[in-house]
């Protein structure tokens, strides 16, 4: 069946440093994505999301790339900060009008 | 805050107690969600609530027991559980524009339940 996954469970970056989490889907008709940010002892938080006729969104140091070829989503945070440390979830509709399917997650920790 | 407010934060429970988790939006949603997280699992998706009529139940035992009395709460009654249903139980919201797309996707800090 259509998954969400995960490239990478975990990542390590220096503070300071740019951020690259990978999302890989297997629904090429997927219309919609989010990324969500969990922090420790909370709920996850949208960050930022974009429609399948869109390649790239940008927000506040964030950024999500949608390549549509390879099914592939990524999310970039620059100049990666401690406040980012937490577990980042690719979501994303599978069929228009059905519920979101979650990634496992990738947990972003930043050293100082 | 998020607008979304679960309580309790946390909860221990029996497996012969009966208790109940409480869910309040703020945000004049018209859908409601329980989600499931687990260790090491993605979130799962129990319940989905449109216009407070169930529209989804993702083949969750029978112990566990939602209700929607109205848009702007959601409860999920609990009975007998079981040790490995303890777990990080997430609400969430949205705003369903009638022809599938959900906008303001939103989550509350989640009730950490420990069943004994």
């Known amino acids: 069946g259509e998954s969400v996954g995960l490239h990478l469970p975990t990542l390590s970056v220096q503070e300071g440093d740019n951020s690259i989490i990978n999302c890989a889907y297997s629904?090429?008709?997927?219309?919609?994505f989010i990324w969500y940010k969990q922090e420790s002892g909370k709920g996850p938080q949208f960050i930022i999301d974009i429609r399948s006729n869109m390649d790239k969104r940008q927000g506040q140091r964030v950024t999500v790339l949608l390549n549509k070829t390879v099914k592939h989503l990524s999310l970039q945070i620059a100049a990666t900060q401690p406040g980012d440390s937490a577990v980042y979830f690719c979501a994303e509709i599978p069929f228009y009008g059905q519920n979101f399917v979650f990634g496992p997650g990738t947990r972003l920790s930043v050293l100082p | 805050e998020t607008g979304v407010t679960q309580t309790p934060r946390h909860l221990v429970m029996g497996m012969t107690n009966k208790k109940s988790l409480k869910c309040e939006q703020h945000?004049?949603?018209?859908?409601m969600y329980w989600y499931k997280q687990s260790a090491k699992k993605p979130l799962e998706l129990m319940f989905v609530?449109?216009?407070?009529?169930?529209?989804e139940n993702n083949s969750v035992p029978s112990r566990f027991s939602p209700e929607c009395p109205n848009s702007s709460h959601l409860f999920l009654h609990l009975h007998t559980l079981q040790p490995e249903d303890s777990a990080l139980y997430l609400c969430?919201?949205?705003?369903?524009?009638?022809?599938?797309?959900?906008?303001?996707?939103?989550f509350g800090s989640g009730t950490r339940l420990t069943v004994v």
């Open positions: 945000l004049g949603h018209n859908a």
């Open positions: 969430a919201s949205s705003q369903d524009g009638g022809q599938g797309d959900r906008y303001g996707y939103t």
């Open positions: 629904n090429s008709a997927s219309d919609y």
């Open positions: 609530y449109n216009f407070k009529e169930q529209t």
